[in-house]
C-alpha cells in the first residue's frame, strides 16, 4: 500500500494483508479513513506506531499464517514499548475473543461487520483502555467505508457484501453475513470520484458478484436500461461504463446461475467491460458438486460458459479447485481434469480442501489423505501450465492493448500492465509510458501466466 502522509508526526499505521481482493479492499478503505483521522499510512513495518493484520479464514493455513504472524509481532512489542498490534477481518469474526486468547500482547481485534469503529478503537487502545474485542453485527457508519487512497489507476469497489450461497465447505457466509448489495446510486457516485481522481479500471466486489441486487432493490424503478437491460448488474456495468475516465469494468466472482443472456449481451456489447470472468467451478464430478452444494453440475457449468463465449468470442475464463474435498474419488478427479479441459481456463487457482469448523462439509470425515491432496493439486497445476502455455502461445507476434499499471517489482525497468482478458503483460515502455496510460505491446515471448513483450507506436493508443 502506498506510504499516504497526514504529517510526519502523525501516528504511523502499517497494514498488512491476507486473504482475497476483498480483504484488500477493506485494508484501503481502512487505510483511507485512518489517514482522514489523522493518522498516515507506511509500508515499513520496523517504522510504524500501529500494526494491523487483515485476516482471511477461508482455509486452516490462512489463519494459521494470521496467527504466526500476529505472535511475531506480539514479541516485537517486548522490543518496542508502545508498539500498538491488531487484527481485523474474517478470522476475527470467527473466533472473537478467541484471537486474544491465541495472541500474547494483541491489542485489539475487528471483525467484518465493524470496520467504521476501527479509528475510535484504536485511539482507545492508545489511551490504555485495551485489550477490544468488537465482533458486533451492525456496521456503524457504512460509508464511512467508501473512501480510496490516492494515485492509483486501478480500484476495487464493493457493490455486495456478504453471501446467500451456503456451499458446504465455505466459511464465508458465517465470517461476512447475509447478502447485501449497495444502492447503484452510492456506488456510481464512488466510481465517479474514483474516476476525477485518474482511476481508469474498477473491479465490482462481491462474494457472489452475479446474485447483486436480488436480495434487496438497487435501482429505483423497474425501467430498462438505455441498452435494453432489466436485470440489477447488467445495468450497473452499463452505468459504470459510462462514466467518463472509466476505460475498463471488472467484476467478481461468478456463479453459473447468474450467467443469464442479458449478462452475457452486457460483456459482449458493452465496450468498456473487460473479456474476462473468474466462474469458480470447485470440481467436474457432479457427485461432488452436490455433496458441496454448489446448485449446478459439470454440464450446466458448460453451458454457463458456452452462452457467454458465444456473446464473448475472446472471453477469458478463470477458476478456482478445491481438491480433496471429502469422498473425492480417483474418478472424481479425472472428471475434473476433464472439465478443466473443455472450459479451456486461462488460469486456476486449485486449493486443497481444508475443514472449517461450522460448515456443513465439517460433519464429513476428511478422508482424502494429505499426500493425495498434494498429489491432485500438483497434476491439476501441471495440466493448468500446459493449457496457459498453449493459450498464450499463439499471441506470440500478436499486438496485445495493456493497460500499464506501474514499474514491474521484480525489474524496474520493466513495466507491468494486464489485457482486457487480465493477462499479465511484462514489457519494456521504449517510450514515455505512465501508469494509466493504455499501450500497444508486441508480443515476444510467454509463460504459463505472463505474456512478455514492448510498446508499439509512441505511447497511449
Ligand atoms: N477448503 C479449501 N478451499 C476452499 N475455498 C473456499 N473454502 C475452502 C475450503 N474450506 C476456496 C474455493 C473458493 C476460494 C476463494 O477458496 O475454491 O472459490
Ligand atoms: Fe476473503 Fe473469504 Fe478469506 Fe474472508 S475468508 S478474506 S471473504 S477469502
Redesign the pocket.
Known amino acids: 500500500m502506498i506510504d499516504q502522509r497526514a504529517g510526519d508526526s502523525a501516528v504511523a499505521v502499517h497494514i498488512r494483508t491476507y486473504g482475497?481482493q476483498m480483504n484488500v479492499r477493506d485494508s484501503e478503505s481502512i487505510g483511507a479513513l485512518l489517514v482522514r483521522h489523522g493518522y498516515r499510512l507506511t509500508e515499513l513495518e520496523d517504522e510504524a506506531d500501529v500494526i494491523l493484520i487483515n485476516t482471511c479464514s477461508?482455509?486452516g493455513k490462512a489463519e494459521d499464517k494470521a496467527i504466526g504472524k500476529l505472535r511475531l509481532m506480539g514479541v516485537e512489542k517486548r522490543k518496542r514499548p508502545g508498539l500498538i498490534v491488531g487484527a481485523m477481518g474474517c478470522m476475527v469474526q470467527r473466533i472473537g475473543w478467541g484471537a486474544i486468547k491465541r495472541v500474547k500482547g494483541l491489542d485489539f481485534a475487528v471483525g467484518t461487520h465493524r470496520l467504521s469503529a476501527l479509528p475510535a478503537i484504536i485511539d482507545a487502545v492508545r489511551a490504555g483502555r485495551g485489550p477490544i474485542v468488537d465482533v458486533g453485527d451492525e456496521e456503524a457508519e457504512p460509508e464511512a467505508l467508501t473512501g480510496h487512497l490516492d494515485g492509483q489507476v486501478l480500484a476495487f469497489v464493493n457493490i455486495l457484501l456478504g453471501c446467500d450461497r451456503q456451499?458446504a465447505?465455505?466459511?464465508?457466509p458465517t465470517v461476512r453475513g447475509r447478502e447485501w448489495s449497495r444502492p447503484a446510486d452510492s456506488i456510481i457516485k464512488e466510481i465517479r470520484a474514483l474516476a476525477e481522481q485518474g482511476v481508469k479500471e474498477v473491479t465490482l466486489l462481491g462474494q457472489s458478484v452475479m446474485s447483486y441486487g436480488r436480495a434487496n432493490a438497487v435501482w429505483p424503478g423497474a425501467s430498462a436500461s438505455r441498452h435494453g437491460f432489466t436485470e440489477p448488474l447488467p445495468r450497473l456495468l452499463e452505468a459504470v461504463a459510462e462514466i467518463p475516465g472509466i476505460r475498463r469494468v471488472r467484476f467478481t466472482?461468478g456463479h453459473p446461475s447468474g450467467c443469464t443472456d442479458e449478462l452475457a449481451r452486457a460483456m459482449g456489447t458493452l465496450a468498456g467491460v473487460c473479456d474476462h470472468l473468474h466462474l469458480?467451478v470447485?470440481s467436474g464430478s457432479d457427485r461432488i458438486l452436490k455433496a458441496m452444494r454448489r446448485g449446478y453440475t459439470a454440464d450446466t457449468y458448460l453451458a454457463a460458459v458456452a452462452r457467454l463465449r458465444k456473446a464473448v468470442p475472446a472471453l477469458a475464463l478463470t477458476s478456482?479447485?478445491?481438491v480433496g474435498f471429502p469422498g473425492e474419488t480417483e474418478e472424481d478427479f479425472e472428471q475434473t481434469r476433464r472439465l478443466m479441459d473443455r472450459a479451456d481456463f486461462d488460469n486456476a487457482?486449485i486449493?486443497?480442501?481444508?475443514?472449517?469448523e461450522g460448515?456443513p462439509?465439517a460433519a464429513l470425515v476428511d478422508d482424502i489423505s494429505a499426500d493425495d491432496k498434494l498429489r491432485r493439486n500438483h497434476v491439476l497445476l501441471e495440466d493448468q501450465d500446459r493449457r496457459g502455455l498453449a493459450l498464450h502461445g499463439v499471441l506470440v507476434g500478436q499486438v496485445v492493448e495493456v493497460l500499464a499499471e506501474g514499474a514491474s517489482l521484480r525489474n524496474q525497468d520493466r513495466w507491468a500492465g494486464r489485457t482486457t482478458t487480465n493477462r499479465i503483460v511484462i514489457f519494456e515502455p521504449r517510450t514515455a509510458v505512465k501508469a494509466g496510460d493504455t499501450v500497444a505491446v508486441l508480443v515476444d515471448r510467454v509463460g504459463p501466466q505472463t505474456l512478455y513483450g514492448s510498446v508499439v507506436g509512441d505511447g497511449e493508443i
Open positions: 482475497c477461508v482455509r456451499c465447505y465455505c466459511i464465508v466472482s469458480p470447485q478456482d479447485v478445491i487457482y486449493f486443497k480442501y481444508s475443514p472449517r460448515t462439509a
